[in-house]
C-alpha cells in the first residue's frame, strides 16, 4: 500500500446556489480549478505558516520516493507551497499542480 497520502480531502461546498469565486485554471470543460475569495486569508496564513515550518526545520529531501501523484511541500522562489506531481522530466524537474491557487508549472 501507499504510504503517500496522494489527494487532499475534499471540501464542503457553501450553501446557496452563488457563491464568491475566483477561476484560476481550466484544463477543460469539466475540471475547473476556483478558490473561494472569503478564503484568501486563511490561504496566506497557511503559506507564511508553512514558510516558518520548513525555514525552521531540517528536512532531507526524499527525491528516490517522488512519483506522480504524490501531494507533497516545493520550494519555488523562496516560498513553500502544496504541489501535487503531474510528471517527472528527471532528478531536478517535475511539472507540478499547486493545489492552493490552481496553478501548473515546472
Keep these: 500500500s501507499n504510504q503517500f497520502q496522494t489527494s487532499l480531502p475534499p471540501l464542503p461546498f457553501p ?12 484544463t477543460a470543460s469539466n475540471q475547473i480549478y476556483f478558490q473561494f475569495n472569503d478564503n484568501m486569508e ?19 529531501l526524499a527525491r528516490s520516493e517522488m512519483c506522480p501523484e504524490l501531494v507533497c511541500c516545493a520550494n519555488v ?30
Excluded at 486563511?42 to 532531507?60: G, I, K, Q
Design 42 to 60: 486563511r490561504l496566506e496564513e497557511l503559506v507564511t505558516s508553512m514558510d516558518d515550518f520548513y525555514t525552521s526545520a531540517s528536512l532531507p
Design 77 to 106: 522562489e523562496g516560498g513553500f507551497y502544496r504541489v501535487k506531481i503531474l510528471d517527472i522530466e528527471d532528478e531536478a524537474i517535475c511539472s507540478c499542480l499547486f493545489l492552493d491557487i490552481g496553478l501548473e508549472n515546472q
Design 15 to 26: 450553501r446557496g446556489s452563488n457563491w464568491d469565486i475566483s477561476v484560476c485554471l481550466v
